[in-house]
């Protein structure tokens, strides 16, 4: 794949009480970039959701945090590539990855929706199509499916949540690379740095 990515939505739950859990990891990581690069966000209701338009490395983008709940991303994520009339293959979907530890990212192109409900509503929202990147956040897993619900609810341990930081610090790093489609130097430097 050497589309350049146009969009980047960062997936999680709205409101306070979700904030800072392990399910926002994508959500998470679009507001660490959006700082980074100064690009404001502001709600729109056409979006469903906080969006923002800037620069990264000489490259127009933009970013959206979907404020619906996570098993209603797509409505947020088809709204804006309708709109903005931006192919699923341009678009970078950010989420939490239980199956990647702590401290690991990895980016990933196409593919199912491995359970994640934000994926899954995602992927229905644009007429079924797996075409779009994912950069997957490693939160871990609790060991038990029946555990899962709670867990990715919950706040991780500090040292859990220093890992995590780590990783969306150094997944923003690759960023450039792919607003370029560059994927195969993406996809290597991120897989070194979080080895």
């Known amino acids: 794949m050497d589309t350049p ?3 980047i939505v960062g997936l999680g739950n709205p409101g306070s009480r979700y904030e800072g859990t392990r399910h926002n990891a994508g959500a998470d990581f679009v507001l660490a970039l959006a700082r980074c690069h100064n690009i404001s966000l502001k709600q729109e ?6 969006t923002g338009r800037g620069t990264i490395d000489n490259r127009d983008i933009r970013l959206l945090i979907p404020s619906t709940y996570m098993n209603r991303s797509g409505q947020a994520v088809s709204a804006a590539a309708r709109f903005y009339n931006i192919p699923p293959e341009a678009i970078l979907v950010v989420h939490d990855e239980l199956d990647l530890n702590p401290g690991t990212a990895r980016l990933k192109l196409g593919g199912g929706h491995g359970g994640h409900n934000g994926l899954r509503d995602t ?3 644009l007429g079924n199509n797996k075409g779009f990147a994912r950069l ?7 060991g038990h499916a029946d555990d899962v619900v709670d867990f990715v609810l919950k ?3 500090k040292n859990e949540q220093l890992l ?3 990783s969306i610090h150094e997944a923003i790093r690759i960023i450039p690379d792919t607003l370029k ?3 195969n130097d993406a996809m290597k430097k991120l897989h070194t740095a979080s080895a």
């Open 181 to 183: 489609g560059q994927w």
């Open 155 to 157: 706040k991780a341990s």
């Open 136 to 142: 997957r956040i490693g939160i871990g897993h609790p």
């Open 45 to 50: 209701a056409k979006f469903f959701g906080e």
């Open 123 to 125: 992927i229905k929202a």
């Open 5 to 7: 990515i146009q969009l």
């Open 164 to 166: 995590i930081d780590e």
